[in-house]
């Protein structure tokens, strides 16, 4: 089975600008999850969907949103780019939200400058 | 809410000594714990979980941890490292109900050839 892809693997964004990453599920999982990692603030939840809806979320900006299809992928969107928001983001999947294990991807580096 | 720390940055040991590298949580309800390794310019691989049942798991590449309630730590060992175990460990707890990842910041394990 595959695991999860997330693309594309590093991106550099300016000041201002928007940005959308996208993450595939392994197969037959349902529920996605979305995590920043930085030096400073470390691995920090963002939001987790399932069924195309939002299930919870974390403490950031409205700045960051996301969203899930009908195929389970899923993509989040960062808009007007600030230097901070330079980070690896990971992706992870879960069976479904009952479904105690996740599984990450290989992340996504973006880098503002 | 809950809190996990890693109570050890860095961690350096030679090549074939063994290893402990130290977790504690903090949550008003039961727990499932998590052990992730993180290499260079990757994502994050699950290495073990305790889910309930045994207190004592055993995960990939030798490793295992024992969860103990009443000094609410989930301890990872492994008897004899290799260089290949040059890494970053997170320690990470989730809940029934709320299935996000709460992170500890890390341990940096360094194998000393």
């Known amino acids: 089975k595959a695991g999860v892809t997330q693309t594309p693997r590093y991106l550099i964004k300016t000041r201002g600008q928007q940005v959308t990453l996208s993450c595939s599920p392994i197969s037959g999982h349902r529920s996605v999850s979305w995590y920043q990692q930085t030096p400073g603030q470390g691995l920090q939840f963002l939001f987790e969907?399932?069924?195309?809806?939002?299930?919870n979320k974390g403490n950031f900006p409205g700045r960051f949103s996301g969203r899930q299809f009908s195929n389970s992928r899923s993509e989040m969107n960062v808009s007007t780019l600030e230097l901070g928001d330079s980070a690896l983001y990971l992706c992870?999947?879960?069976?479904?939200?009952?479904?105690?294990?996740?599984?990450f991807g290989q992340g996504t580096r973006l880098t503002v400058v | 809410a809950q809190s996990v720390t890693q109570l050890d940055s860095q961690v350096p040991v030679f090549e074939e000594a063994p290893v402990e590298l130290r977790c504690n949580y903090s949550s008003s309800v039961s727990v499932y714990l998590f052990w992730y390794v993180q290499y260079p310019n990757q994502g994050l691989q699950l290495l073990l979980k305790?889910?309930?049942?045994?207190?004592l798991v055993k995960g990939i590449n030798g490793f295992e941890a024992e969860f103990n309630k009443s000094q609410t730590s989930f301890h990872l060992r492994k008897p004899s490292v290799h260089i290949s175990d040059t890494a970053e460990y997170f320690c990470?707890?989730?809940?029934?109900?709320?299935?996000?990842?709460?992170f500890g910041t890390g341990t940096r394990l360094t194998i000393i050839p």
């Open positions: 305790y889910l309930s049942g045994s207190t």
């Open positions: 969907y399932f069924s195309e809806t939002q299930r």
């Open positions: 990470a707890v989730s809940h029934f109900g709320n299935e996000k990842l709460t």
């Open positions: 992870a999947s879960r069976e479904d939200p009952g479904g105690q294990t996740a599984f």
